[in-house]
Structures are given as C-alpha cells and as structure tokens.
C-alpha cells in the first residue's frame, strides 16, 4: 500500500514514515510536472530505506 502511495503521492508517503521535512521538500518538487518523476523516484528510495531500517531494528531487539 505503501509503495501505492510512494508513487502516486509521494509527498504524503514521507509523512506516513515520520519525514514530514522531506515531505514538505518533496511536494514542492512534486507540484511541477517535471518533477514528480524525481519525487516519485525519491519517495520509493526512502520507503525502502524506512523497511530496512525497521529490519535492522527488529534485528537488534532480538539479540
């Protein structure tokens, strides 16, 4: 669902992992055409970094 989001409204994306900053950068990227490529793209990036960093912290919970 996320990855949904990440690439229809990344902007919002970036709120739900608790990035509201980047969210406000990436919104006024987003609002050109042009740039909601490199949004969208940016948006993906981060929820993939958000999951493995949710891994790496179960991991050492779990120690």
Known sequence: M???LALLLPW??????GRP?????????QITIIGWIP??????YALGQY?????IAKAMANR
């Open 51 to 55: 999951k493995t960093d949710k891994k």
């Open 39 to 44: 949004a969208a793209i940016w948006s993906v």
């Open 21 to 29: 900053i980047a969210g406000m950068v990436c919104l006024v990227l």
């Open 2 to 4: 996320r990855l949904i």
């Open 12 to 17: 919002l994306q970036f709120f739900t992992i």
